[in-house]
């Protein structure tokens, strides 16, 4: 098949490279120039295990284009993916410009039936404004071609993300046409070999069901979440709790560890969008604004344990940071809990060295060049540069390299011996032995 992909981000990219892997004949499009020419040249602009390997192998074999231009990439798709972003707007609801502004792209040069498939994630009835707008383009040109617009939400997680689009648990598609559900069917064929994995259902429905999703899993967090904070009043360790009702397969222990909240380009965005949309329709999503609540909160846990071991002016204090991205196998650093962190630390008047196996780069181009000016903030070579005088180590992301360190090399470069563990992952007996002082998330010490 000839399909068209629009938006080459973590989804666009993902989706158009395993597009093409499976055989099909594949173009992305993004508006960046700098972003396509980098593709063009091999260079993939995210970091995402196994991704690069594919890109090249489907570029070599001349199954995979890119290009800037929607018009000339349309020629002879039947489907068009749309997989540009929907951030927040300043009320919490989904900003729809880059999708409507690739709808009226399309109404521009479509000249046969095809399929529009919603990959991003966009709030109900956000298919028929995509249609509305293709429609008007289409009246305007003076002409009547026959299309589909078809959601069809993406669940693949950063860090997996290949993993997760070859093996999906689910594929939803969403849609009323006939003709388009069996192009749809015969495009994910292969990804449904060995069990049909597809759930057909209507278009509002699916559009439904991807934040209905993200909003479980968030909400599934935040409840752990608020469980482990009461740990700590109550002297209970959480990790017992954790393991007492993952055990129960009605619970499960997927989404259940507690930590210093979430963060990255999804759950923030997308609870927000769904309270917000709750609001539309006059609805109090309670659930949803305490999920968010929470976790807003949950962001400046460790600020608040710093503050009650050092005090809240932290003049002369130096933390080492473990860990910037918003989880591990990422250089994302969207929404991610280092930045409230940094932010709040370095307003206390604390000296930050932070370390991040990946996301250095990133954070280089995104945080304030006064903190590097000011030396507020010094991004370290190594994780244990990071902990050099340092009063304590905070970790915020759980990298691999850092579940298991050299407690006695730590001791002996830092200041004092603190360890605050956002993520939860050392045992605090093995630390209070190793003569550390231990605070973890309702961890009991
Ligand atoms: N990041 C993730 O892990 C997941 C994201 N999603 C959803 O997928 C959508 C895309 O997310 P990301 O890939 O993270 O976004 P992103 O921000 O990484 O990429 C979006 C891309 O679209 C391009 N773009 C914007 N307007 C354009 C236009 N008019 N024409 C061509 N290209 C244009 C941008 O230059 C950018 O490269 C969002 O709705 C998000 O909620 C869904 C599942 C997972
Ligand atoms: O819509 C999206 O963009 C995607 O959002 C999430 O994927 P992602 O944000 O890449 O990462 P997750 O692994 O789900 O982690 C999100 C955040 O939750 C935190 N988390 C996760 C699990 C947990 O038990 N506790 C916890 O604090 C992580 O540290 C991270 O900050 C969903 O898992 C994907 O299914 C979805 O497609």
Redesign the pocket.
């Known amino acids: 098949m000839n399909i068209t992909v ?9 989706t158009g490279t395993c597009f093409a892997e499976m055989g099909n004949n594949v173009t992305c ?4 120039p700098n ?1 396509v020419a980098a593709l063009k040249d091999g260079k993939i ?2 970091y995402e295990p196994g991704l690069e390997v594919l890109v090249s192998n489907n570029a070599r074999e001349n199954r995979l284009h890119f290009s ?1 231009s ?1 018009a000339e990439a349309m020629a002879d798709s039947s489907l068009y993916f749309i ?5 927040s707007n300043d009320d919490g609801s ?1 900003d729809l410009s ?2 409507l ?2 709808a009226k ?1 399309i109404g521009q040069h479509l000249d046969h039936y095809a399929v529009v498939v919603d ?4 709030p109900v009835g956000t298919a028929d404004r995509v249609r509305a707008v293709i429609e008007a383009e289409l009246q305007k040109r003076d002409v009547e071609i026959d299309f589909d617009v078809v959601s069809n ?6 860090g997996a ?1 290949i993993e997760d689009f070859m093996r999906p648990d689910r594929i939803i598609v969403g849609t009323d046409s006939d003709r388009a559900r069996e192009l749809m069917r015969q495009l994910y064929m292969p990804f449904n070999m060995n069990r049909d994995r597809t759930v057909y259902m209507g278009v509002r429905d699916a559009e439904m069901t ?1 934040y209905a999703a993200n909003a479980m899993l968030a909400t599934k967090i935040s409840f752990i979440n608020e469980i482990a904070n009461l740990c700590d009043c109550l002297d209970v360790d959480v990790e017992n709790v954790r393991r007492g009702i993952g055990s129960d397969s009605r619970i499960g222990y997927s989404y259940i560890y507690p930590g210093c909240g979430y963060g ?3 759950f923030p ?2 609870v927000k969008a769904l309270i917000h949309l709750a609001e539309s329709c006059q609805y109090d999503s309670q659930v949803l604004r305490s999920v968010d609540e929470r976790n807003k909160r949950q962001q400046r846990v460790l600020f608040e344990k710093i503050c009650q071991r050092f005090g809240s002016d932290l003049s002369g204090i130096t933390i080492g940071v473990w860990g910037l991205a918003f989880k591990p196998g990422t250089d ?1 650093l ?1 929404e991610a809990t280092s930045l409230v962190l940094l932010h709040d630390l370095i307003g206390a008047g604390a000296r930050v060295k932070a370390y991040d196996p990946i996301a250095m780069d990133a954070a280089r181009k995104l945080l304030p060049k006064a903190w590097f000016d000011n030396c507020d903030l010094v991004l370290a070579d190594h994780q244990y540069d990071a902990l050099k005088a340092a009063d304590a180590m905070v970790l915020v992301t759980e990298w691999k390299p850092f579940r298991t360190p050299d407690f006695m090399a730590m001791k002996k470069i830092m200041k004092q011996p603190v360890v605050i563990d956002g993520r939860n992952q050392y045992d605090p007996q093995q630390m209070s032995e190793a003569g550390f002082e231990y605070l973890g998330i309702g961890r009991r010490g």
């Open positions: 629009i938006g080459t981000g973590y989804v666009g990219l993902v499009v993004d508006a960046d972003k602009p995210i800037t929607l997989g540009v972003g929907t951030p989904a880059q999708v502004a690739v792209e990959k991003s994630t966009v939400p993406e669940f693949l997680k950063e993300a991807k990255g380009s999804c965005k997308d994302d969207r």
